[in-house]
Every structure is written in C-alpha cells, then in structure tokens.
C-alpha cells in the first residue's frame, strides 16, 4: 500500500529574514508615500523658479530697453536670465503680457494706457520712474490745454504711449480727433522740428523724447515756451495714475537760470508689470535690481524715491507690498539666492511633513507588530492543520505523513528570526507542537490498543 503524503503546509518564506527585512517593509512603503506627497507639494505649491524669464521692453535705442539690460546684468549675479524682448513701446508692452500665447514673463508699461479690466489681470511690482508729459508751444501765456482748439498739434506716433495720453488729456479739455484741430502722428525730434520750423503750432513730449538736451534745446528757440500745468492737481484726481511733479528753476541750466521759474508738469510712471503667475522669489529679485537701477537721484526723482510701491493703475502684488514693508526675508539676505530659494521652499513642506509624519510614526511600531505576528500566526495555521489531520488519521502511514510535516515546522523554527521581545511568543509556540505531537502520539496508542 503506497504510503500517504500530505500536503507541505506553507510556511512564511521570509523567516530566516532579520529584523531589518521587517523594518524595511514596514517603513518602506511610508517613506515612499511621504516622497510622493513631498514631490507634489513641491510640484505643486511651491515650485522651484525659472532660471530664465523674458521682459518686454521697448526699441533697441530707447530707455525701457536700456532699463530691462541693466536689469538682466544684476539677475545675472543671482543665476537668472532675463531676455529682453524689443518692443515698439508700453502699448505692445501691454498687449504682450495680456496675450497668454507670448512667451513674457512681465513688462515695463506706462500708465494710462490700459482699461481696468486689462490692469486687474496683471500686477505690479512698483512704479519705476516719471515719463512726464511736456507741452512747448509757439508763442507765450499758454496754461490750458484747451487752448490748443483750432490749432496743429504733435500728439504721438500711432500706438505710442505718448499718443494715448496725449489724446485722453486733450479729450478731457474738449478736444477730440476729427475736430478743428489738426493731431499730428509725430513724436521726439521729428515733432520738435516741426515745431522750430512752424509746421507745427505744439507738440507732446514724453519719455525718450523729453530729454534734458531736447528740452534745452527748445526753450533757447525764441518764440517757444514750456507749459506750466496750473492745475496739475486736478488732473491728478481726474486720472488718478498721474502725479504732479515740478522742474525747478534752473534745473536744466543753472548758469542760464533755465527754467526762469518753476513749471508745474503731469507725469505718469512706467510701472514694472508682471503676470500672476511670475514666483514669488523673482518677484524680490527684481524689485532688488530695479532698487539698483532707479534708486538714485535724478533730474525728477529724488533719491531712494523709485521704486515705488504707490499704486497706481495696476494692483501691487502681494510679494512686492510684503517686500517694500520688510524687505528680503533672512534667508535670502544671508544665503546665495538658489540656497535661499531650496532653504525657503524646505520650510514651506514643514506642514505638510507635519501632518503626514506624526500619524506616520504612531503606525509604525503596529505595522512592524502585525508583521512579527503574521510570521507566527502563520505557523499556527500550519500546525492547526496537522492537529486537525491528528483527528481523522486512519492508518501508521497517515501518522508518519503528520509527524514529518510537524518535523517540518519544528525545523523551520530554528531558522526563524523574531525579535528579543517577541522571544516569548515563539516559546509558546514550542510548546503547542509539543501538544500537538502528543496528541499524535495518545491517538496511536489508542488505535494499537483498539486493535
């Protein structure tokens, strides 16, 4: 008769593993888990900066560009390429940055020319200079710009800031295109010279084209005269992203007492605009660099005054207020800014650490237990199943098949690795095969004595 084979009970195959086999399994996982989380919230909430940014200036010989390449050499300093982007002016400034298929990252834009809904799209990160208007006219005794009806007048090249500007302030005095008066699209030195050769009765100035050179140039021409704004302050709360300013007497040739007496002037400022999604740490950067760039004192600014965090068409961005009430955090005034940057951003995962780590740790030590214990429960499933055999064995054959399969466990406890405080568990265990192998060995003697 062929003798009887049970089948091997299974056994954990992990038990000759050591204790650091089950620290891994158990701790793996959550170490894994918290890597995953900590990539997302990095990913997600506090993304690293880009170590290259695109500005949209203006023409290659103008001021705003001028301005944006000596922004791009202190970015430089910190590991940040800033691209300057050539542009006709604020106006195509603006409508880059509203224009979410070009590539631009922000813009040095002049006030006045955007609606309100184009300025609550964006944000500023501060007023960098004056680009005020400046009005020379044939003859004297002018003080109102409606008193520019009837006559020929240099406004601006069609889509320049100036232009803008020019027409609203001549439309708040009544004077409208298509009118008695004659709105010449030139600007700069062509409509200066319009101007001396009296082809042209005023012109608007402003920005490149308001030099100091230019302007003395004028006033040395007789029959021409400067405009004094008398009444800048009204134009200052009728359009709210004006300011008054002044020129001294004096202030463009102090040996000709050039201007004889102070001129009252209306000026809008060229505003560092940006889009909400620029990081908030080159925000700080380049508030830093134009900081460095108009902070000294100049012909209509005194020193320290730009820039500027009074808003004025564009909403000031939370960063830039953050940065112009208490300047660089302590990070970043004490470590290189991409040391700062990784050291700032590690801060803001504190949190999330927090929240994920502390629950962590208190599953842990029932991790490991349930592992430990799986280990040995597994081994009384085995033995179960050999008592259970103990109970409905037939035959010598069937009795030997159970007591190598309990020679088997029993064996197989030797190789096993449990931990000093689960010692008393495996003893346990010991003795319930020991139980078990003598309930083996009463049925046997039962069956020989029935025989």
């Keep these: 008769m062929p003798r009887h084979r049970m089948k091997r ?3 954990p195959p992990d038990h000759a593993k050591g204790i650091l086999h089950d620290l891994t399994w158990t701790v793996g996982p959550l170490l894994l888990a918290f890597a995953l989380a900590t990539a997302l919230v990095v990913w997600l909430v506090n993304p690293a900066p880009p170590r290259t940014i695109t500005i949209s200036a203006g023409q290659p010989d103008s001021s705003l560009y001028q301005t944006a390449q000596q922004y791009a050499k202190v970015l430089a300093r910190n590991g940040i390429t800033l691209e300057v982007l050539p542009s006709d002016g604020s106006v195509q400034n603006l409508e880059r940055l509203l224009d979410p298929n070009v590539q631009v990252d922000l813009a040095l834009v002049q006030g006045g020319i955007a609606t309100k809904e184009q300025a609550l799209s964006l944000m500023s990160l501060g007023s960098v200079s004056y680009v005020p208007i400046v009005v020379f006219y044939r003859g004297k005794g002018l003080t109102l710009l409606s008193q520019l009806e009837g006559k020929r007048v240099a406004v601006g090249r069609a889509g320049s800031g100036t232009r803008m500007l020019s027409l609203k302030l001549l439309e708040a005095n009544g004077i409208t295109p298509g009118g008695s008066t004659q709105l010449l699209p030139t600007d700069g030195l062509q409509a200066a010279t319009q101007l001396v050769s009296d082809e042209a009765d005023a012109v608007f100035l402003s920005g490149d084209s308001a030099t100091r050179g230019l ?21 200052t709360r009728i359009f709210p992203y004006l300011d008054e300013i002044e020129l001294p007497p004096g202030v463009l040739d102090l040996g000709r007492r050039i201007p004889p007496q102070t001129v009252h002037l209306i000026s809008p400022t060229v505003e ?3 889009r909400t999604s620029l990081h908030p740490a080159l925000s700080d950067l380049l508030i830093e660099a134009a900081q460095e760039v108009h902070g000294m004192a100049g012909l209509l600014q005194r020193a320290g005054q730009f820039p500027s965090p009074v808003a004025h068409e564009f909403p000031i961005s939370e960063d830039a207020s953050r ?9 970043y005034r004490a470590l290189p800014f991409w040391l700062a940057n ?7 995962l504190l949190l999330p650490v927090a929240v994920l780590i502390f629950p962590a740790l208190r599953l842990v030590p029932a991790l490991y237990r349930w592992r ?6 597994r081994y009384y499933g085995a033995l179960l199943a050999v008592e259970r055999g103990a109970m409905h064995m037939s035959s010598d054959d069937e009795r030997h098949a159970l007591l190598v399969e309990l020679d088997y466990i029993e064996e197989s406890l030797d190789t096993l690795k449990l931990p000093l405080a689960y010692a008393d568990a495996l003893y346990v ?6 139980f078990v192998r003598s309930r083996l060995a009463t049925a046997s003697r039962k069956e020989k004595h029935t025989a």
């Design 342 to 348: 990784i050291a700032d951003r590690a801060l803001v």
């Design 215 to 235: 302007m003395l140039r004028l006033l040395k021409v007789p029959g021409i005269s400067v405009m004094d704004f008398n009444e800048a302050r009204a134009y």
């Design 372 to 377: 430990v214990r799986s280990r040995i429960y």
């Design 272 to 274: 560092l605009v940006a």
């Design 9 to 11: 009970p299974h056994l």
């Design 323 to 331: 940065y112009f009430r208490s300047g660089k955090s302590f990070l």
């Design 429 to 434: 265990l010991r003795e319930h095969i020991g």
